[in-house]
T-cell receptor, first 114, second 112 residues
């Protein structure tokens, strides 16, 4: 069965700082990869996704992620965070075969201080 | 408006009672999912359904049951056998394998 690890549980940054959130997964086959965000009091929203092709994917609000197949990683990045990026971020993986449901990491709570 | 509707937003029940959480979607999506969210544990898959009249257990199905009699509806019943039912429950749907999942607003269940 697949699993997802998010190493940073709580990250505190000042506005304009750069962000990188780690995500590693374990699965032997081909996967689709996702980052979701949950702003306070709001529903889970898709930030970006990777299915195939260019391993560097760009999402909404200036976020991007890079899929490194050899490292089973899909880290999320943003060059300059804003106070409005305060939220919880979830990495998720879905195999292309077998159980076709998202498996999520435990989440990273990001707090951006003005 | 198209979307996923979960109701109610907050639900209180006494211990030992079964409770059913509603999830309806008007997006014409084939697949639907139920997740449970607990602090520090992310989202864990309870049940999922790829098509009407079919569903599969997820990672934490014990104490839960579902049905998928209609494409647009995927209700979740939390039974008295679920040892720790107090949690935030999220329903999601997806048009298919090559697409992301879309989430509802969630139902916060408190069992006292």
């Amino acid at each position: 069965a697949q699993s997802v690890s998010q190493h940073n549980h709580h990250v505190i940054l000042s506005e304009a700082a750069s962000l990188e959130l780690g995500c590693n997964y374990s699965y032997g086959g081909t996967v689709n990869l996702f980052w979701y965000v949950q702003y306070p009091g709001q529903h889970l929203q898709l930030l970006l996704k990777y299915f195939s092709g260019d391993p560097l994917v760009k999402g909404i609000k200036g976020f991007e992620a890079e899929f490194i197949k050899s490292k089973f990683s899909f880290n999320l990045r943003k060059p300059s965070v804003q106070w409005s990026d305060t939220a919880e971020y979830f990495c998720a993986v879905r195999p292309n075969t077998g159980r076709r449901a998202l498996t999520f990491g435990s989440g990273t709570r990001l707090q951006v201080q003005p | 408006d198209g979307g996923i509707t979960q109701s109610p937003k907050y639900l209180f029940r006494k211990e030992g009672q079964n409770v059913t959480l509603s999830c309806e979607q008007n997006l014409n999506h084939d697949a639907m999912y139920w997740y449970r969210q607990d602090p520090g544990q992310g989202l864990r898959l309870i049940y999922y359904s790829q098509i009407v009249n079919d569903f599969q257990k997820g990672d934490i199905a014990e104490g839960y049951s579902v049905s998928r009699e209609k494409k647009e509806s995927f209700p979740l019943t939390v039974t008295s056998a679920q040892k720790n039912p107090t949690a935030f429950y999220l329903c999601a749907s997806s048009p298919g394998q090559q697409f992301e999942a879309f989430f509802g607003q969630g139902t916060r269940l408190t069992v006292v």
